[in-house]
């Protein structure tokens, strides 16, 4: 009897340790502005050994797997002039989706950090358009690219107020839904407010306001909003979808999918990270970092792996 009082005490002593250790381990919405400030400031001063990374630390950048301290870390001079940040305490994820000086010029940047229990940076995920970037046709095409289009059409900062927020299975839903949309060719069916505006590498957006809504007939194929025109975008899948973190207080929804051509097309894949705001549980704008992948490249090299490197040479195999 005394033993099994003894066995229960020290089960009572670890379950009250445990308890303090798994808050302590928890990154909330503080913690992870805190661990993203500290990491966005390294990269900025060119030195890993400020951001607190963790042994394994993994990073990619246009999913090509990335040394620390290579990369945008090199070539980067600062912030640019939008800089968003999204947080997600139930994943310990953090966001930024703004703009990254490069001596004279700017590109647009979209950064996934996840943090451990440790209180570690452990994964990077970057995505970064550039003004000459190869275009949809590769070497030798423009790419689409319009910085300041965006600076002029940044983001909104906000909290959503809490009884106006959707759930985040709901959100989530609804920005799948804008993918299922673009494969089966229509905009009738996403879930997506009037005016919807898209903007790709800070291109877009403002067009879409100066006409009028389609008819509802015309199964939005008239470019008047983020569900229009999808027929022509020959994309036969949106694979690898994923959808990385939710922003409840601000109603966003940061997600990265690759559009897969039709076999034998020229055009290339389209690799990217999307932010996707999100009013009345319906999209209102969708910002993107968007590349154009070579077809050589696995896409999107993060888990889950299994099946999930599509690229342009295995569809032509599969032909």
């Given at each position: 009897?005394?033993r099994?009082?003894?066995?229960?005490?020290?089960?009572?002593g670890?379950?009250?340790?445990s308890?303090p250790?798994?808050?302590?381990?928890?990154?909330?919405r503080?913690c992870l502005a805190?661990?993203?400030?500290?990491f966005?400031?390294?990269?900025?001063?060119h030195?890993p050994?400020?951001?607190?990374l963790?042994?394994?630390f993994?990073q990619?950048?246009?999913?090509?797997?990335l040394?620390q301290?290579?990369?945008?870390?090199?070539?980067n001079?600062?912030?640019?002039?939008?800089d968003?940040?999204?947080?997600?305490?139930?994943?310990s994820?953090?966001e930024?989706?703004?703009t990254?000086?490069?001596?004279d010029?700017?590109?647009?940047?979209?950064?996934?950090?996840?943090?451990?229990?440790g209180?570690?940076?452990t994964?990077?995920?970057?995505?970064?358009a550039?003004?000459?970037?190869?275009?949809i046709m590769?070497e030798?095409?423009?790419?689409t690219f319009?910085?300041?289009?965006?600076?002029?059409?940044p983001?909104?900062?906000?909290?959503?107020?809490?009884?106006?927020?959707?759930?985040r299975?709901?959100?989530?839903?609804?920005?799948?839904?804008?993918f299922?949309?673009?494969?089966?060719?229509?905009g009738?069916?996403?879930?997506?407010n009037?005016?919807?505006?898209?903007?790709?590498?800070?291109?877009?957006?403002?067009?879409?306001?100066r006409?009028?809504?389609?008819?509802a007939?015309?199964?939005?194929?008239?470019?008047?909003d983020?569900?229009?025109?999808?027929?022509?975008?020959n994309?036969?899948n949106?694979?690898?979808r994923r959808?990385?973190?939710?922003?409840v207080e601000?109603?966003?929804?940061?997600a990265?999918a690759?559009f897969m051509?039709?076999p034998?097309?020229?055009?290339?894949?389209?690799?990217?990270?999307?932010?996707?705001?999100?009013?009345g549980?319906?999209?209102s704008s969708v910002y993107?970092a968007m590349?154009y992948?070579d077809?050589?490249?696995?896409l999107?090299?993060?888990?889950?792996y299994?099946?999930?490197?599509?690229t342009?040479?295995?569809l032509?195999?599969?032909?």
């Amino acid at each position: 009897m005394k033993r099994q009082i003894v066995l229960a005490m020290t089960a009572l002593g670890l379950a009250g340790l445990s308890a303090p250790a798994a808050a302590q381990g928890k990154c909330d919405r503080k913690c992870l502005a805190g661990k993203l400030d500290q990491f966005l400031n390294a990269v900025v001063a060119h030195d890993p050994a400020k951001a607190n990374l963790w042994v394994g630390f993994r990073q990619t950048q246009n999913a090509v797997l990335l040394h620390q301290g290579d990369g945008i870390w090199k070539s980067n001079t600062g912030i640019g002039p939008i800089d968003r940040r999204y947080y997600d305490a139930d994943t310990s994820q953090a966001e930024f989706f703004g703009t990254v000086r490069e001596s004279d010029k700017m590109a647009v940047v979209s950064l996934r950090l996840k943090i451990g229990q440790g209180g570690q940076v452990t994964e990077a995920e970057w995505h970064i358009a550039r003004a000459a970037d190869p275009g949809i046709m590769g070497e030798g095409s423009k790419a689409t690219f319009d910085v300041d289009n965006l600076v002029a059409h940044p983001p909104a900062q906000r909290t959503v107020p809490v009884a106006q927020r959707a759930t985040r299975e709901q959100l989530i839903a609804a920005v799948n839904s804008y993918f299922d949309g673009i494969v089966a060719q229509t905009g009738r069916h996403v879930q997506a407010n009037d005016g919807c505006m898209r903007f790709e590498n800070g291109m877009g957006g403002q067009e879409w306001n100066r006409k009028p809504a389609p008819p509802a007939d015309a199964d939005f194929q008239s470019h008047t909003d983020c569900r229009s025109g999808y027929a022509s975008l020959n994309i036969v899948n949106v694979a690898a979808r994923r959808y990385l973190m939710v922003d409840v207080e601000a109603q966003v929804v940061m997600a990265s999918a690759v559009f897969m051509r039709e076999p034998l097309n020229p055009k290339r894949r389209n690799c990217f990270m999307e932010v996707f705001y999100l009013d009345g549980g319906k999209i209102s704008s969708v910002y993107a970092a968007m590349t154009y992948a070579d077809a050589r490249i696995p896409l999107p090299n993060w888990e889950p792996y299994e099946g999930n490197f599509p690229t342009g040479q295995s569809l032509i195999n599969a032909r």
